[in-house]
């Protein structure tokens, strides 16, 4: 069946400086959301990607889908206190398949 | 304010007994779902429901029960027959099926001792 693996686990970061995430399927998908969950909190959206090789931007947030719709990535730049939590992506194919998240720690 | 809301926050009960976790939308979302979230392993699918009285099994839907009486609501029974159920369970939803982004509830977190 499907499945999706994030790598790294966990990402200690220093502020400031850039970090990415990595997403990958054992299937095509169809799309791949991405989510962030504040430490105590619950997942909150933050994009859709849908077509091959789409790169999307939120200020200081990058997110690509891989040419093949296997994989998917989210780069930081500029890492803020703020963009501590974990960072799920979510894998669509006949349902969707979250990964184990990286959980983003910060040091000041 | 539109949204999820999920209670109790925090449930505790006993070996044995079957517990209701309530969900409730109104944000006018045909589909909702319930997932269970275990440290390190990302959110699991329990239970989905993509209209009004249908639902189907997700991933770990042993030892769960669901209903779908009214679209606003879609209450989660963990029953005695789940071996480990101590977890936090969230409930989401979204406008249509699973291609759509999800919005999900605040969580209940449920201890079984």
């Known amino acids: 069946g499907q499945q999706v693996m994030q790598i790294p686990q966990y990402q200690h970061v220093q502020e400031g400086e850039d970090f990415t995430t990595y997403c990958n399927s054992s299937?095509?998908?169809?799309?791949i959301q991405w989510y962030k969950q504040r430490p105590g909190g619950h997942p909150v959206f933050l994009i859709q990607?849908?077509?091959?090789?789409e790169v999307k931007k939120q200020k200081r947030l990058t997110f690509q889908f891989g040419e093949a719709k296997k994989n998917s990535s989210l780069h930081i730049t500029a890492t803020q206190t703020t963009d501590v939590g974990t960072y799920f992506c979510?894998?669509?194919?006949?349902?969707?398949?979250f990964g184990a998240g990286t959980t983003v720690t910060v040091r000041a | 304010d539109g949204g999820i809301t999920q209670s109790p926050k925090y449930l505790f009960r006993k070996e044995g007994q079957n517990v209701t976790l309530s969900c409730e939308q109104n944000?006018?979302?045909?589909?909702m779902y319930w997932y269970r979230q275990d440290p390190g392993q990302g959110l699991r699918l329990i239970y989905y429901?993509?209209?009004?009285?249908?639902?189907q099994k997700g991933d770990i839907a042993e030892g769960y029960s669901v209903s779908r009486e009214k679209k606003e609501s879609f209450p989660l029974t963990v029953t005695s027959a789940q071996k480990n159920p101590t977890a936090f369970y969230l409930c989401?939803?979204?406008?249509?099926?699973?291609?759509?982004?999800?919005?999900f509830g605040p969580g209940t977190r449920l201890t079984v001792t």
């Open positions: 299937t095509t998908l169809s799309n």
């Open positions: 990607l849908v077509k091959s090789g």
């Open positions: 944000l006018n979302h045909d589909a």
């Open positions: 989401a939803s979204s406008i249509a099926g699973l291609t759509y982004e999800q919005y």
């Open positions: 429901s993509q209209i009004v009285n249908d639902f």
């Open positions: 979510a894998g669509n194919d006949y349902k969707l398949s």
